[in-house]
């Protein structure tokens, strides 16, 4: 297995034969995690979209639609981006459309890609033995922030690449698995020197990063299916 990590959107389009590769998205604050989040909580798919304009296209198809730009809920949208917003009763069964500044754009960008599948922290050792089980050549793709790379993406793609052994590592993955490791054990504190966490902190929204940074707590791995992103 091979592993490179995409450490900025503008960087995918010098990724080699991705229909033979796996792409994990990763938008940990907070795409990604919302996105496992609603899965776990029983949502029948979900669909991602990059557009606000083609997610209010959903609004009257009895969709629930999901949005944020620059960290703000979407007036006239039913829930935002923070994982708080998508509860059991009120997700279960149902299909929802997200949109957000970076993760979404990121799924729609792989979508060629042998496979396509969410990371979080939340299930970290679900996406780790299901790439083990497939033995296939991976992309860790952070989404980042407006094309730039932020520290959140990066620790997840180090802590991602540390539990996959007898792997080729390229020099990206090799610097966020460095990072990672000197990052201690407490997520949550070494994220209060990044530049997203000022930003959330500053929309009060301090914890939606706190969820976002527990580790194991589901063991399902969102996955795109014909545009759909189910429970894989």
Request: aromatic fraction near 6%; include cysteine; glycine fraction near 6%.
């Amino acid at each position: 297995m091979r592993i490179e990590t995409i450490l900025s959107p503008l960087l995918f389009k010098n990724i080699d034969s991705i229909e033979k590769k796996i792409v994990v998205v990763i938008d940990i604050l907070r795409a990604s995690s919302t996105i496992t989040t609603i899965i776990d909580h029983g949502a029948e798919a979900l669909i991602a979209v990059v557009d606000e304009a083609n997610a209010s296209k959903y609004k009257n198809k009895d969709y629930l639609i999901g949005g944020e730009r620059n960290g703000e809920t979407i007036s006239g949208f039913d829930f935002g981006n923070s994982p708080f917003h998508y509860k059991k009763n009120l997700v279960k069964d149902k299909t929802i459309v997200l949109t957000t500044t970076n993760g979404t754009r990121c799924v729609e960008m792989s979508s060629n890609a042998s496979d396509v599948i969410i990371g979080s922290f939340l299930n970290l050792s679900a996406v780790a033995n299901y790439l083990k089980n497939k033995n296939k050549d991976v992309v860790l793709f952070c989404a980042g922030w407006k094309n730039k790379v932020n520290l959140e993406d990066s620790l997840f793609a180090g802590a991602l690449a540390k539990k996959l052994t007898n792997t080729h590592l390229d020099d990206s993955t090799l610097l966020c698995m460095d990072a990672f490791e000197m990052s201690g054990k407490d997520l949550f504190k070494t994220l209060q020197k990044s530049n997203h966490f000022q930003r959330l902190e500053k929309k009060g929204v301090i914890k939606d990063i706190e969820y976002c940074c527990k580790l194991d707590t589901t063991n399902i791995v969102p996955i795109l299916k014909d545009g759909l992103i189910v429970r894989g």
